[in-house]
């Protein structure tokens, strides 16, 4: 099976940390085929970053509309349900995949992510999947995205202390690493941490195994179904959803 991992973001060196961590736990007749968003923020670290992200991310579904799966890989879940309406294939974000990871082995978790200003993003996605329950907090390290994508002693530190104090004030019992840039940390963090450490974008990519492996698609009824067809203005004319990875090509999907 073909999984398309996407970084909304513009970093490459980012994707390619990404692609590492994703290759690693994928099964070896998975193809993981990672890329970078063409256009958008180089890191999105906010509401504003985020929504304009959305759209180098469906330029990258619809010049693919043919991988078995796609995987969000930015811990804000941009665009995770506009993606779902454009195509029958499994859709995965990192965020949603590492809460449910984490309550599949433990009854709580904080989630350590990066600046405080995007905390509150992960605090609304905690309620919209139904969280609430089981994550304790969300913290931020104040760490900068790009400042993941150079290894240091300081980057490790400041995660794992900050994973450290989760552990100690609220008495969670596993850690969910709130940014696709930490996928390179967990061989660091683990051995460190006495709980589970989960990092989405490897959860992902057993989810949409799992996912394509039972034979499981997006539901076309109801709100996930393909975008209605009619005319966008302006500079977005091209983002209209009569064009379907760049055609009508309603066949891909029927055929399946
Ligand atoms: C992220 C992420 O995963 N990628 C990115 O650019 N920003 N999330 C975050 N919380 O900072």
Redesign the pocket.
Known sequence: MRIKLINP?TTAAMTRSMEAAAVEVAAPSTVIEAVTARSGPV???GHYDEAISVLGLIDEIRADPDADAYII????DPGLLAARELTAAPVIGIAEAAMHAATFVSTSFSIV???DR?RI??EALVRNYGMAAACRRVRATDLP?LDLEEPSDMVNQTVLAECRRALAEDHCDSIVL????MAGLLDYLRPRLPVPVIDGVTVAVKFAEALVGTGLRTSKHGDLAYPLPKPYGGKLAAYAPLLYGGEERPEIDAAR
Do not use: P, R
Not at 73 to 76: I, K, L, Q, T
């Open positions: 973001n890191s999105i670290e890989a930015c811990f804000g992510t990066t600046l995007t993003i992960s995205v709130g940014c696709a840039g």
